[in-house]
C-alpha cells in the first residue's frame, strides 16, 4: 500500500501523517485517469528522495479551476493540453517546464455480461443503443477526445442526443457497470479497474485524436524546487517503467 497522501478536493492540502515543513512536502494535482500510476511513482520518489508527495486527484477541468482560484499546489498533471493551457494563461505554471509525459488509447467499453458485438463506433448511432456515457465534451478532457473522435467520423450529430455527460471516466465506468449507459467511452487503462467491463472498441492510437498528459511546475508554489525534482523523476527511466506498467503509452518527456 503506497503511502502517498491522496486527496479528494483541494479543501485542505496539509501533510498526511506529522506535519510536514514545506521543504519537504511536494503537492501535485493530478488527473484521476492516472491516479494509480501516479500514486506508485509517488511512493518511489519518496523512497528516494525522502520528500512527501501529497496527490490531490480529481477532473483535470476541476483542478485547472482550483488553480486559477489559487491553489496551494506545486505540480499539475492534466490529462490534456488544453485544460494545462487554461492554467498556463492565467499565469500559474512555469511555461518552461510544461512537459508532455504520456499517452493513452480510448476504447469504447460495455458491460462485461452484454453479448453485443460491436463491428465500430458507428454502432452507436443504431437505434437499439439508447445512450453512451462520455466525460462531459465540454470540460473533461476523455470526453473532449471522445467528441473529437466521433466529429472525425462524421457520428457526433447523430449520436449527441445519446450521450450521457460524465464528470469524469471513472463516473462512466460506474454509469456502464450499473447499466445506466449501453457503452461508454474510456481510456485503456481505466479498465483494468472495473470488475465488469469489456472493452467493445479499442480505437487505433494512429485514428484517434491525439491523447496527451503534460505537466508542469506551479507558478505560485511554496515548493518549486522540490516540483521541479519530483517532474524530472517523472520523466526518468524509473517513472516510466511505472507509467508502462499501468497501460500508459510514454513519452519521454517531450515539450509540447
Given amino acids: 500500500m503506497y503511502r502517498s497522501c491522496i486527496l479528494v478536493t483541494l479543501l485542505v492540502l496539509g501533510g498526511c501523517g506529522r506535519a510536514q515543513s514545506p521543504a519537504m512536502e511536494v503537492v501535485v494535482s493530478a488527473a484521476i485517469s492516472i491516479s494509480e500510476a501516479i500514486q506508485h511513482a509517488a511512493f518511489e520518489f519518496e523512497v528516494a528522495s525522502g520528500t512527501t508527495v501529497t496527490l490531490n486527484i480529481g477532473g483535470s477541468d476541476t483542478l485547472a479551476t482550483q488553480l486559477i482560484a489559487g491553489a496551494n499546489v506545486d505540480l499539475f498533471v492534466s490529462a490534456d493540453i488544453r485544460q494545462m493551457n487554461r492554467v498556463e494563461v492565467d499565469g500559474g505554471i512555469l511555461t518552461a517546464t510544461k512537459t508532455n509525459l504520456l499517452s493513452n488509447q480510448l476504447v469504447l467499453v460495455t458491460h462485461g455480461e452484454n453479448p453485443r458485438e460491436f463491428s465500430g463506433i458507428g454502432d452507436l448511432a443504431e437505434s437499439n443503443i439508447r445512450r453512451f456515457a462520455m466525460g462531459d465534451p465540454d470540460a473533461v478532457p476523455a470526453g473532449v477526445y471522445a467528441r473529437q473522435l466521433l466529429q472525425l467520423n462524421g457520428l ?89 506498467d499501468y497501460g500508459f503509452i510514454a513519452l519521454n518527456g517531450g515539450l509540447p
Avoid at 460524465?166 to 462512466?172: D, F, L, P, T, Y
Avoid at 479498465?191 to 479499442?202: C, D, M, S, T
Avoid at 507558478?219 to 518549486?224: K, Q
Fill in 156 to 244: 457526433w450529430n447523430a449520436t449527441i442526443d445519446k450521450v450521457v455527460p460524465m464528470r469524469n471516466v471513472r463516473a462512466v465506468l460506474a454509469a456502464v457497470e450499473a447499466g445506466n449507459a449501453d457503452a461508454g467511452f474510456v481510456y485503456r487503462t481505466d479498465v483494468r479497474l472495473a470488475e465488469n467491463i469489456k472493452i467493445a472498441v479499442a480505437i487505433p492510437v494512429s485514428r484517434g485524436p491525439e491523447i496527451l498528459y503534460v505537466a508542469a511546475v506551479t507558478a505560485h508554489g511554496p515548493n518549486e524546487s522540490g516540483a521541479r525534482q519530483l517532474l524530472d523523476f517523472l520523466r526518468s527511466e524509473a517513472a516510466t517503467q511505472i507509467f508502462e
